[in-house]
């Protein structure tokens, strides 16, 4: 059976896309003491502990859709799911699915060995019209939804407004930085949720929370800064969009 596919016409180039047009979008990350996500060489990059993973969890537990670049889940291989029963019940109680979709973004090709494909997950593909072509007939993912490009990859302003169609309210991004990168130019970062870990990683080719071409210090996007919480050796540190913002 081939799985759904779908086009989607291209918006304006350089259009953002305004926020109720879109899903509220919270990123959550750990990072090195020198802002990096993992190490240069696309190993798995996720050190934090176990509290940066239950706090993971809450998040993912919070949204309706997990987006993660192609890059992450080849590096990583799984998706982080809720597990917790209470969290699953709680998501049953507000009328929500066990789990949320989990969206992977990539024009290029992943394994289908991979263990992401084996997770009692429901799972959609934004790609472009030749990877929904390469998906068509295969079953790994639920819906592979065609986005239009633009040089830099994927046209965000296009796929998140089809993600807010599709009746995505909130989505936790859980990067990496590339992706981070592009929805930072797009000024759709709504929540910032970062771990900072007691690492140094140093590399210029290690990813960071937001890569890519990245904003002049005088357009750089303000957060406000909502909490800080220590646990052990890590602080857990949560802003959100400024109300300066526009
Ligand atoms: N510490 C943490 O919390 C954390 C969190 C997440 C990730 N990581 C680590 O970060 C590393 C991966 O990060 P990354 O920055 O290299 O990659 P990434 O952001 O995960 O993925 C980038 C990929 O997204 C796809 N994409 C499609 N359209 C795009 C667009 N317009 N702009 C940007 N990307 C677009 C492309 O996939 P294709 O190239 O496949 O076409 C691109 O290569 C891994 O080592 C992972 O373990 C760490």
New binding site residues.
Partial sequence: MAIPVESASSSPLGVGVAPRDRPHLTVV???SLDGK??DGT???????SRADRAALESHVAAADGVL??????R??GTAMRVIDPAKIQSRRDRGLPPQPVQII????DLDGALPFFQQPVPRWLLTDEAGVDRWRDRREFDQAIAIPT?A?????TCALSILRQRGLERIAV?????????LLLLDAIDELHLTLCPLLIGGDRA?TAA??PGLPLAAARRLDLVSVQQIDEEVFLSYRRSRNSP
């Fill in positions: 990350v750990a990072t996500l993992a696309g190993a798995r990059g996720r050190f934090g993660m670049g192609g890059a992450t889940l590096a990583e973004a990539t024009q290029g633009t830099a990859g994927l046209d965000w859980l990067g990496g930085g590339r992706l981070i990168g592009a990813p890569d890519g």
